[in-house]
């Protein structure tokens, strides 16, 4: 089978099952996932919190986990992940990193590149190592919800990513934020613990700012910018 007929093939039977799955509960829409490739899917965690991980394992213990290593997180990120690889034993943390250390992009870039041009940052940090490690995989889950943002507003359960060729699960796409945060009480989730220090969107440290009570949740990231996504969901 040549890799035009596969992702032919992938598209199609997204495309079927977006329509079959629209309105799934999240663990219907992982097993489908799990049932449909097996070890041949990976599930991304920002390593805001475990939910997504937690969700996946109770159908598949052993699965795949990309964290993009963007040698620019919070300590409490970093010791986040740690933590969630002992909990969740049977997982393979993937960590995906740049091609270039932060001191050779800055040797070559120029230092601070994430101030002078946000999106050429998060395109060498993130978007490359994202799309280099999703071509291992037919199939990736993750955690975007509609209520992220106005961007993420139609976000469906199943969907193509014809950006990296793969089949894209969201299977909390239609979760609320109650919902969301029930299920991390319900279930005592492991949470990254600047969550509850100001921070409710996380991204790398020089881009993440606190936001104040009330405020947009994703007000904190790229403050200041007219960026509002790192270009990895659209």
Known sequence: ?????????????AERASVELADAP?????????EQFGDDLIVASNMQDAVLIDLATKVKSDVDVLFLETGYHFAETIGTRDAVETVYSGIRVVNAKAEQSVAEQDAEYGPKLHDRDPAQCCHLRKVVPLR??????????T??????????????VITWDDR????????IAPWSDDEFRDYID???????????????????????????PG????????????????????
């Open 132 to 141: 280099r490690t999703l071509s291992n995989y037919s199939c990736w889950i």
């Open 164 to 171: 990296n060729g793969l089949v894209k699960v969201n299977p």
């Open 143 to 156: 955690g975007v919800r509609r209520v992220d943002a106005p961007t993420r507003a139609n976000t469906p």
């Open 186 to 212: 319900r279930h005592g989730i492991l949470e990254n613990p600047l969550v509850h220090a100001g921070y409710p969107s996380i991204g790398c440290a020089p881009c993440t700012a606190k936001v104040a």
């Open 215 to 234: 405020a947009d949740p994703r007000s904190g990231r790229w403050a200041g910018k007219s960026k509002t996504e790192c270009g990895l969901h659209g």
């Open 1 to 13: 089978m040549t890799a035009a007929t596969r992702s032919d093939e992938l598209k199609a039977l």
């Open 26 to 34: 999240a663990d219907e829409a992982i097993r489908w996932a799990v």
